[in-house]
């Protein structure tokens, strides 16, 4: 039972703290109970905690936004909040149907990438990747195609070079279009650093460069979901910036408002706003709590805070602090595969064995062992299972507060150490001799 936060720690009702290296699920970006947040909340509750958009809009939202499209990847000038990850993505999908009905085409496809998470709702689901997500409800989701995710640790051929690599997987995006009809095919829809599913998979150099081309040439919008990786958790504001590229929508929440209100957005080009406002002048959605005052001014505050006391400079700081930590921690360590992401956004794959990459079967439930062992020692991390396939595979995503140092850094690498060491003791006592089944 959490019943207090301090910071990078979570308390319990025993008074046990957790160090949340993983931000919950890469939320809390600014730790627990800032008091900045917190005041910013209980004055616009002081004001008026909210007011349906049909009648008012409220200022916390209107400087938000502006905010937000200050900063945004350029021709992002609209913003449409809504109350979480997945709503922005939903919002997303119907809004590229929508801007296509109103030129007069029939489009229906959304292509996304295998291996990837985009949200629970049905839209959003169906767009995302993951077998074991998708599995019980596929006889409920629309049909959406599916190309390789950009994974180089797992996917790129013995000596191919990076460069070849990325254009190869980002050229199955022309096929498929061509193969589809790129007059039926709506948009494409990829995370940038691709989080929860396959733990902090960033792409290789050039990839999303060749992807912003194929969408363009084909007049497909690009859909670049940052819920997790984006509001500076790689290091810079939009994740995608750090690729050169900008989308047409970009779905933002987790870091936009910290975990102290729940809010999401979506933010819009130009051509697609204007599209819907010189035709039918209205977008036919909606949700009731979308603006939400409160949220609204929750994330301002969020926002303002990590512009001011500088924190995506800690970002960087700390990111590197944890990822050469984990490196020097792991160098050796038979089980650890692969430590990559971005900033404040690390994922360690596990393997069974380093040189073949083989992963440990599916039925240890490393990943279970893993979150057990580290809330013993007073850490939250976010272990998964799936990881190659949605079956196979484990990983570890962290995603700490930015407002971490180095002895907290320190801390979460030697608590994680032990955690690890104390979940693979358990998994590999049930491994028969002799065999790969871990």
């Known amino acids: ?8 720690y979570i308390l319990d009702q025993d008074g046990k ?8 699920a890469a939320v809390s970006c600014l730790g627990h109970s800032h008091p900045r947040v917190i005041q910013a909340i209980k004055k616009q509750l002081d004001n008026i905690p909210y007011a349906h958009t049909s009648f008012f809009s409220n200022q916390s939202s209107e400087e938000l936004a502006d905010r937000l499209v200050q900063n945004a990847p350029s021709g992002l000038q609209k913003v449409y909040f809504v109350s979480g990850g997945s709503e922005a993505v939903e919002s997303a999908l119907k ?11 029939d489009r229906k496809y959304f292509i996304a990438r295998r291996q990837s998470y985009h949200g629970n709702t049905l839209g959003a689901l169906a767009v995302g990747g993951n077998v074991w997500r998708r599995r019980q409800f596929q006889p409920l989701l629309m049909k959406t195609q599916h190309i390789a995710p950009c994974y180089a640790y797992r996917d790129q051929a013995l000596g191919e070079s990076t460069e070849d690599y990325g254009l190869r997987v980002a050229n199955e995006l022309e096929t498929k279009i061509i193969e589809l009809g790129a007059e039926r095919v709506l948009a494409f829809v990829a995370e940038p650093v691709v989080g929860a599913t396959a733990g902090a ?6 990839y999303f460069r060749r992807i912003r081309e194929i969408c363009d040439r084909y007049d497909v919008l690009l859909i670049l979901d940052e819920v997790m990786c984006g509001m500076g958790r790689t290091g810079t504001m939009f994740a995608c910036a750090q690729d050169g590229i ?3 929508m970009l779905t933002l929440a987790k870091g936009l408002a910290a975990g102290y209100q729940p809010i999401g957005a979506t933010l819009v080009s130009d051509k697609i706003f204007n599209t819907i406002q010189d035709g039918s002048g209205f977008f036919q959605h909606g949700h009731t709590y979308m603006a939400h005052a409160t949220a609204a001014a929750a994330a301002l505050a969020v926002q303002q ?7 995506l400079e800690n970002v960087i700081t700390m990111g590197a602090s944890l990822r050469a930590a984990l490196e020097q921690q792991f160098a050796d360590h038979p089980y650890i595969g692969d430590i990559r992401g971005r ?3 690390l994922g360690l794959e596990l393997v069974l064995d380093r040189d073949s990459k083989t992963p440990f079967d599916p039925t240890t439930d490393l990943h279970i062992l893993i979150k057990k062992a580290a809330m013993q020692q007073g850490l939250m991390c976010y272990p998964m299972a799936g990881t190659i396939d949605g079956v196979h595979g484990h990983h570890i995503l962290l995603a700490p507060p930015f407002i971490i140092n180095h002895g907290q850094v320190n801390e979460l690498v030697e608590k994680l150490a032990r955690s690890i060491d104390i979940a693979f003791g358990l998994a590999l006592s049930t491994c028969n001799p002799g065999s790969h089944r871990g």
Not at 1 to 8: C, D, F, I, L, P
Request: no cysteine; net charge negative.
């Open 343 to 345: 900033g404040l956004f």
């Open 95 to 105: 809004l590229a149907r929508q801007y296509y009905v109103e030129r007069g085409q």
């Open 201 to 206: 998979v960033p792409p290789v150099a050039g």
């Open 305 to 311: 805070t990590i512009a001011e006391d500088h924190l």
């Open 1 to 8: 039972m959490a019943v207090k936060g301090q910071g990078v």
């Open 246 to 248: 900008a989308p047409d």
């Open 17 to 24: 703290r957790y160090l949340d290296a993983s931000g919950g």
